[in-house]
């Protein structure tokens, strides 16, 4: 679902939609199960400037509900998650501020971004802002013993007889995988 400023120009628009599980690439952070859930509104706001210059903001303001997967942090088997978050986003032209010259906005509550090509996809803004809810660090269960960092067993279904020694960076990487947020 894309708002153009032409669009929005017109007429704020109302948005209630239900994502099937496609819709949105979440990556390897996280998998959506079932529909993702999204309502709010979108509309224009105007950045006066100056007596001439005028910027239009796509203000998005709303909701998102959905069930999710998310890799466990120590042994990565997948752990049902509701993600749901409130959001009020400003978006401002990508090309306003390209040339360095910052301008403070008068609502320190709202986060900014930028648009480009007249517009937002409402795909991209709720890939963001579900990415962004993801807990630090999921876990399966509080005492998940993880993966053996040298033989690589799930340490919670198979006791390896591995004795500590020298591990096996491949096993250390995978472990850590669903602690890295992407920016
Ligand atoms: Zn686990
Ligand atoms: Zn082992």
């Known amino acids: 679902m894309l708002f153009t400023v032409v669009d929005l120009e017109r007429d704020p628009i109302n948005f209630s939609v239900a994502l099937p599980p496609a819709a949105i690439d979440f990556g390897v952070e996280a998998e959506q199960l079932g529909n993702l859930a999204s309502e709010g509104r979108a509309e224009v706001l105007h950045e006066h400037r100056g007596p001439k210059e005028i910027v ?57 971004g930028y648009y480009e090509n007249g517009g937002i996809a409402l795909e991209d803004v709720l890939r963001e802002q579900v990415l962004l809810s993801l807990p630090a ?19 919670n279904e198979t006791a390896c007889s591995c004795e500590q020694g020298p591990s096996d960076p491949r096993w250390e990487a995978l472990a ?3 602690s890295r947020i992407k920016p």
């Open 56 to 112: 239009a903001d796509i203000r998005l303001k709303g909701s998102f509900k959905g069930m999710f997967q998310v890799p466990c942090a120590r042994c990565v088997d997948p752990v049902e998650q509701i993600l749901a978050e409130d959001f009020d986003l400003l978006f401002r032209p990508a090309e306003v501020d390209a040339n360095g010259a910052e301008h403070a906005i008068s609502t320190p509550e709202t986060e900014i």
């Open 176 to 178: 850590g995988l669903s």
């Open 137 to 155: 660090r999921t876990l399966c269960k509080p005492d998940c013993k993880g993966l053996c960092p040298r033989c690589g067993l799930n340490r």
